[in-house]
Nanobody, 112 residues
C-alpha cells in the first residue's frame, strides 16, 4: 500500500522558517510539493527529479529548498523568509506504477 504523510506545518510570523517533511511508505517515488490557498488554484511549489534537477515556482525561488533523503524515502521542503502569501495547504505527491498519489496536506499559515 502506498502512502504519503506530510508534517511540519504550522503558524509562523512573516520572515520565519518552517521545514516540511513528506514520509512515504510503499514503492513510491516522491516527486515534489504543491500548495493550495483558499480560493486559488493549486500551484506547483517545487519538484526534484531522480537525477537531482530541481524546479521551483518563481514565487519561492531563493527562499525554498527541496531535498530528499533516499534511505528513508522522505522529502523535505525548507521554507525560509516566509511571506503571508505563502499561506496554504502544502501537499506532497509521488509516482508509483504510472499513477500519482497525494498526501493529506499540512497547513502553513504565515502571519503579517
Amino acid at each position: 500500500q502506498v502512502q504519503l504523510v506530510e508534517s511540519g506545518g504550522g503558524l509562523v510570523q512573516a520572515g520565519g522558517s518552517l521545514r516540511l517533511s513528506c514520509a512515504a511508505s510503499g514503492n513510491i517515488f516522491i516527486v515534489g510539493w504543491y500548495r493550495q490557498a483558499p480560493g486559488k488554484q493549486r500551484e506547483l511549489v517545487a519538484a526534484l527529479t531522480s537525477s537531482g534537477s530541481t524546479n521551483y515556482a518563481d514565487s519561492v525561488k531563493g527562499r525554498f529548498t527541496i531535498s530528499r533523503e533516499n534511505a528513508k524515502n522522505t522529502m523535505f521542503l525548507q521554507m525560509n523568509s516566509l511571506k503571508p502569501e505563502d499561506t496554504a495547504v502544502y501537499s506532497c505527491y509521488g509516482r508509483a506504477s504510472l499513477q500519482y498519489y497525494w498526501g493529506q496536506g499540512t497547513q502553513v499559515t504565515v502571519s503579517s
